[in-house]
Structures are given as C-alpha cells and as structure tokens.
C-alpha cells in the first residue's frame, strides 16, 4: 500500500493539509497555537486513529461488540534533539460482550497497526485498555 497526502502554507499564515476529501487546518504561527492542532498533536493524533482503526477491524475478526470506544494519547518530549521521548495511551471501551478479550485486542493493536509500529521503532510506547458497560 502507498499512501499521499498534500500541505499548503504560506508566510504568516497557518497552514493545511489536504487528504482525499478532508482538509485539516494547523497552526504553523503563534497566533493560533492555542487554537489550531501544531505537528506534534497531529502525530498523536495519527497513533491515537491508528488504534481506534484497529479496534473497528479486530471487533471483526475477534467477534466482538462495542458502543464506543475513546482514546486520550500524551507524550513526552525531549528538548535536545528535539524529539519524542515516550508516549502514552489510555484507551477505554465501552462494550458489554463477554467476548472483548482485553489483552488480546491489546496485543494486536501492538502487533498489526502500521503507525504504532512505526511510532514504537522511534521512540517507547506504553498503553492500557479499560472496558466499560455503560457511557452516557
């Protein structure tokens, strides 16, 4: 599989992505840096749908139901060179099927998600999956 997508900036003004037929505004400028996404949230934010694709595809193949599923993702960063040092996710399931095997859907989200495999041979990465019955 190959993959592409575009960006657009120009000076003094933020800057965009354009993905098949989404188009995702970041900050490039400090005006907007409490307002629009900066590279390093758009990052997390690749990990974190990485692993939210990965719970809709293992429900599949693990037959296994859920109403919802939320993941927070943080990470830690290194000033000098600049980088990820760690990062880390909590991943809660809001599911009432006594076949969500939470350990083995954990395994495979580490095992066969492209971006976190990527992520992982950069930088160490730690996780948890909490299962819930209800969510409001």
């Known amino acids: 599989m190959k993959y592409s997508i575009s960006a657009t900036s120009t000076t003094k003004n933020d800057a965009s992505l354009d993905i098949k037929e989404s188009k995702i505004k970041f900050g490039t400028t400090e005006k907007t840096a409490n307002e629009l996404p900066n590279p390093a949230e758009l990052f997390l934010s690749s990990l974190a749908a990485?692993?939210?694709?990965?719970?809709e595809r293992f429900s599949g193949l693990l037959h296994f139901e859920?109403?919802?599923?939320?993941?927070?993702?943080?990470?830690?960063?290194?000033?000098?060179?600049?980088?990820?040092e760690h990062i880390n996710y909590e991943l809660t399931i809001f599911s009432k099927d006594k076949k969500l095997r939470i350990e083995l859907l954990k395994k495979n989200i580490e095992k066969f998600g492209t971006i976190f495999n990527t992520v992982q041979k950069a930088c160490s990465i730690s996780g948890s999956i909490e299962k819930k019955e209800n969510y409001v």
């Open 66 to 84: 859920y109403d919802k599923a939320e993941i927070m993702v943080s990470a830690t960063r290194l000033e000098n060179p600049p980088r990820m």
């Open 50 to 55: 990485c692993i939210l694709k990965n719970v």
